[in-house]
């Protein structure tokens, strides 16, 4: 039986967030090709994930008959993630950018699932993935345009990453799917996109703020800013997007 395995990494409700609007559709249209195929659904905003600690490292590298049963406790939630990993032959995962890069939830996840002899080994001192013959495809959401070719493109650590990590564990088969909200929103005076995050508040991305304002709406919505005309911080970035992104 074909199974998908959806993660969802928005902090935000299907209600308000754009990349789970985006991976639900993806969902339907999965299940319209494989009317008999089995969903995980795995939400990492309601999954209790805890940072990799001393303890964890320790159970990860004991091997596992020799593991005792706190150690087993510890692990339990990694085990359960790459279980679903195993059993499902494709993901669908939305991915909001929050500050350039992937949202902290998803890189708990992450910390999670790399664990050596689980999801990949070392031969002869080369690494190799054990989740071959898998297929993910990332939907990413952001405020701004970062694709290859655009003028922050280098700000976007997102896609390298998420290449990188999987290809690792040996899901090399990948594609992504990015989608903006206010492409064409000026900085200027007005109502902005907040270049920085795709599905969080309408901070600025670098410290103070680009031209003040306000928290505005998730998933790259967009807020409203004073236009009062204060000094950013960051006089080339903000050139870079009100010149040559669209605004």
């Given at each position: 039986?074909?199974?998908?395995?959806?993660?969802?990494?928005?902090?935000?409700?299907?209600?308000?967030?754009?990349?789970?609007?985006?991976?639900?559709?993806?969902?339907?249209?999965?299940q319209?090709?494989?009317?008999?195929?089995?969903?995980?659904?795995?939400?990492?905003?309601?999954?209790?994930?805890?940072?990799?600690?001393?303890?964890?490292?320790?159970?990860?590298?004991?091997?596992?008959?020799?593991?005792?049963?706190?150690?087993?406790?510890?692990?339990?939630?990694?085990?359960?993630?790459?279980?679903?990993?195993?059993?499902?032959?494709?993901?669908v995962?939305?991915v909001?950018?929050?500050?350039?890069?992937?949202?902290?939830?998803?890189?708990?996840w992450?910390?999670?699932?790399?664990?050596?002899?689980?999801?990949?080994?070392?031969?002869?001192?080369?690494?190799?993935?054990?989740?071959?013959?898998?297929?993910?495809?990332?939907?990413?959401?952001?405020?701004?345009?970062?694709?290859?070719?655009?003028?922050?493109?280098?700000?976007?650590?997102?896609?390298?990453?998420?290449?990188?990590?999987?290809?690792?564990?040996g899901?090399?088969?990948?594609?992504?799917?990015?989608?903006?909200?206010?492409?064409?929103?000026?900085?200027?005076?007005?109502?902005?996109?907040?270049?920085?995050?795709?599905?969080?508040?309408d901070?600025?991305?670098?410290?103070?703020?680009?031209?003040?304002?306000?928290?505005?709406?998730?998933?790259?919505?967009?807020?409203?800013?004073?236009?009062?005309?204060?000094?950013?911080?960051?006089?080339?970035?903000?050139?870079?997007?009100?010149?040559?992104?669209?605004?």
């Amino acid at each position: 039986m074909a199974t998908l395995l959806r993660i969802d990494s928005s902090p935000l409700g299907s209600g308000a967030s754009f990349s789970r609007q985006l991976t639900g559709e993806f969902v339907q249209e999965w299940q319209r090709r494989h009317p008999d195929g089995n969903v995980i659904t795995r939400d990492l905003a309601t999954t209790k994930l805890a940072p990799v600690s001393a303890e964890w490292i320790g159970a990860a590298y004991t091997p596992e008959g020799s593991l005792t049963a706190r150690q087993r406790e510890i692990l339990a939630s990694s085990d359960e993630l790459i279980a679903e990993l195993k059993g499902a032959g494709e993901y669908v995962i939305g991915v909001p950018m929050h500050n350039f890069s992937i949202p902290s939830v998803l890189k708990l996840w992450i910390d999670q699932v790399m664990r050596a002899g689980k999801t990949f080994v070392y031969e002869n001192g080369v690494p190799a993935g054990l989740l071959g013959n898998k297929k993910a495809t990332f939907i990413t959401a952001s405020g701004g345009v970062y694709e290859q070719g655009s003028p922050a493109s280098a700000m976007n650590f997102v896609e390298p990453y998420l290449r990188s990590v999987f290809g690792f564990i040996g899901v090399t088969d990948n594609s992504f799917r990015e989608r903006r909200r206010n492409r064409q929103t000026p900085l200027r005076g007005g109502s902005r996109h907040h270049p920085a995050t795709g599905s969080g508040v309408d901070p600025s991305p670098v410290p103070g703020g680009i031209s003040g304002g306000r928290p505005g709406r998730a998933d790259g919505r967009g807020g409203r800013t004073s236009g009062a005309g204060r000094a950013c911080p960051a006089p080339t970035f903000c050139r870079l997007l009100r010149g040559k992104s669209g605004g």
